[in-house]
C-alpha cells in the first residue's frame, strides 16, 4: 500500500506509518515553498498544536501555519522574528520545549497574546557538525508536549533538513546561497581552536594575498607616431595651389610634394625683371652723356645702385618662385591631411604642412593621466594593444617622459610619453590603442587602494 492511500485516521492512529508519509512527500517536493508548507502544516499528523512557524536565519519567517504567505509586516511577524532569534542563541542544537518563562521580559510579555502556552523550538538539523543551525521551527500548543512527540518531530525534521539542503543545493549560484555559504565560513564555532576558527583562516588568507607582490601598471591612451619624420612646413606666406602627391603615398627625395599659387610671384617677377631692363638702360644713356657732359657723369653712381637693386629684387623673387616648389627632403611616406582642405588656404611661414616619415621608423606615443604618473625606470616596459589587431601586442621601451603636464585637446592635463620600439613593426602610424606600461613591484593592497586612497586624500586634505 503506498503512502497516498493512508487514510487521515490511519495517521493519527498509527504516528509511524504518518512519519514515513510525510518524509516521502518531503522527498518528491518540487520547491521549496512546497517543503515550507509541509512543515508548518502536515507536522500535524505526528503532533497535535494549535500553530507553526519556519524560520530561517538567513530570511527570516518564511512560512506560518493556516496561510499561503506571511505578511513580513505583520507584528506578529515582527514578534517572531526577535523570539526565533532568541531560541537560536540559546538553544542551540537540541529540540526545547518553551514557554513564555524561557524568554526575555520583553518578548514574554506579548506571548499570551500571540500563541498558546506550551511551545516546542525544533532547530533545523545543519549540513555539518561544524555549522550552527541555520533556523527552526516553533510550534505551539494547548497541552504540554510528550516524550513520544517531541521524537517523531525530531526524526521528521531531520529528514525535513535534508530534503531543504537538498533543494538549496540544486540552485548553487543564487544570492541567497552565496549569503548563507560566506555566514558559514565567517561564523567561529566556540568548541574550535583559535588557530582552526574560519573567521581567522580566512583574515590570515585576506592578509597573505594582499601583500603579494605585484607589477604596478597604468594604462593610458596611445598611439603609433612617427619616431624622426621631416617636418615640412610652409617656406613664405602664400596660397597653397596644388599637391603632387596623395596622403600616405610612399615618396623620394627630392621629388615634388605640393607648389604655391605662383602667379603673383610670377608677375611680381616679371615687373622685377622689366624694371631691371630699364634701368639698365637709362645707366646706358647715361654712360654715352657723360663722355661730354659732367652732370650725367655725376648720375652714374646712382644708375648702377638702382641697377644692383632691381637685380637682388629679381634674383630674390626668382628664389621665392624655386622655393614655392616644395620637395621632399628624405625618402618616406607623405603624411597630411585631406588636399581639398589645404589647396586654395593661405599659410603663413613656418605653418607645418605635412609629414615625411622613413618606413618602419614608427614608436609609441602616449598621454599618461596626471592621476596615473607613477614613478618609472629608464627602459620601463610599454606595451601597446592595438584597437584595430585587439589579439596583438606591441612590446616598447620607454624612451622619455616628459616633465610637465600639458592641457589636451579634452581640456584634461597629461604627460607626453615616447617608447621606441626594437626592431621596428610593420603596423602603419596612426593606428590607436591603449598602453600599459610596468612600474615597480609593489604589494597587491597598495596596487588595489591606490586610486581609492588618492581620492580620499584629495577629497579631506589629509
Known amino acids: 500500500m503506498g503512502s497516498d492511500d493512508l487514510s487521515e485516521a490511519d495517521r493519527s492512529s498509527q504516528p509511524l506509518l504518518a512519519l514515513i508519509d510525510l518524509n516521502q512527500r518531503a522527498r518528491r517536493a518540487l520547491s521549496g515553498d512546497e517543503l515550507a508548507f509541509l512543515a508548518v502544516n502536515d507536522s500535524r499528523a505526528l503532533a497535535v498544536y494549535r500553530q507553526a512557524a519556519l524560520w530561517l536565519a538567513e530570511g527570516g519567517v518564511r512560512a506560518l501555519s493556516g496561510i499561503l504567505q506571511p505578511e513580513l509586516n505583520a507584528p506578529y511577524v515582527h514578534w517572531l522574528e526577535r523570539v526565533c532569534r532568541q531560541l537560536q542563541t540559546q538553544a542551540g542544537i537540541d529540540i526545547t520545549p518553551i514557554s513564555a518563562a524561557s524568554l526575555p521580559e520583553s518578548q514574554a510579555a506579548e506571548w499570551s497574546e500571540w500563541l498558546p502556552p506550551y511551545g516546542l523550538w525544533v532547530p533545523l538539523t545543519p549540513k555539518s557538525r561544524q555549522e550552527l543551525p541555520s533556523g527552526g521551527l516553533l510550534f505551539a500548543a494547548d497541552a504540554p508536549w510528550s516524550q513520544a512527540q517531541m521524537a517523531l518531530l525530531r526524526e521528521w525534521i531531520d529528514s525535513w533538513s535534508y530534503a531543504w539542503h537538498a533543494q538549496a543545493a540544486s540552485h548553487p549560484w543564487s544570492w541567497h546561497r552565496l549569503a548563507q555559504a560566506a555566514a558559514q565560513c565567517w561564523s567561529t564555532p566556540a568548541q574550535l581552536p583559535w588557530w582552526r ?266
Open 197 to 462: 576558527r574560519p573567521r581567522l583562516r580566512v583574515i590570515g588568507a585576506l592578509l597573505v594575498v594582499l601583500l603579494l607582490p605585484v607589477r604596478l601598471t597604468v594604462l593610458a591612451p596611445g598611439e603609433l607616431v612617427p619616431a624622426n619624420p621631416a617636418i615640412i612646413r610652409a617656406p613664405l606666406d602664400g596660397v597653397i595651389g596644388q599637391f603632387h602627391v596623395a596622403p600616405n603615398e610612399t615618396v623620394k627625395a627630392g621629388q615634388l610634394l605640393f607648389g604655391f599659387d605662383e602667379a603673383s610671384l610670377a608677375a611680381r617677377r616679371d615687373v622685377s625683371a622689366q624694371a631691371l631692363l630699364t634701368a639698365e638702360a637709362e645707366y646706358r644713356q647715361s654712360a654715352h652723356q657723360a663722355v661730354t657732359e659732367t652732370k650725367s657723369k655725376a648720375q652714374l653712381a646712382q644708375l648702377l645702385g638702382k641697377i644692383e637693386e632691381r637685380k637682388a629684387e629679381a634674383g630674390y623673387l626668382g628664389e621665392q618662385l624655386e622655393r614655392a616648389r616644395v620637395n621632399s627632403p628624405i625618402d618616406g611616406i607623405a603624411l597630411f591631411d585631406d588636399p581639398a582642405e589645404w589647396i586654395g588656404r593661405p599659410v603663413q611661414t613656418g605653418e607645418r604642412v605635412m609629414r615625411v616619415a622613413a618606413q618602419n621608423d614608427v614608436e609609441i606615443e602616449a598621454w599618461v593621466a596626471v592621476g596615473d604618473a607613477i614613478t618609472l625606470d629608464d627602459d620601463a616596459t610599454v606595451t601597446l594593444y592595438l584597437s584595430a589587431n585587439p589579439l596583438a601586442s606591441l612590446t616598447a621601451r620607454l624612451r622619455y617622459l616628459s616633465h610637465d603636464a600639458v592641457p589636451r585637446p579634452n581640456g584634461l592635463y597629461a604627460y607626453r610619453l615616447r617608447a621606441s620600439i626594437p626592431g621596428g613593426t610593420d603596423q602603419r602610424v596612426g593606428l590607436k590603442g591603449t598602453i600599459k606600461v610596468q612600474g615597480h613591484w609593489v604589494a597587491l593592497g597598495y596596487w588595489v587602494l591606490r586610486r581609492p586612497m588618492a581620492a580620499v586624500r584629495q577629497a579631506l586634505g589629509i
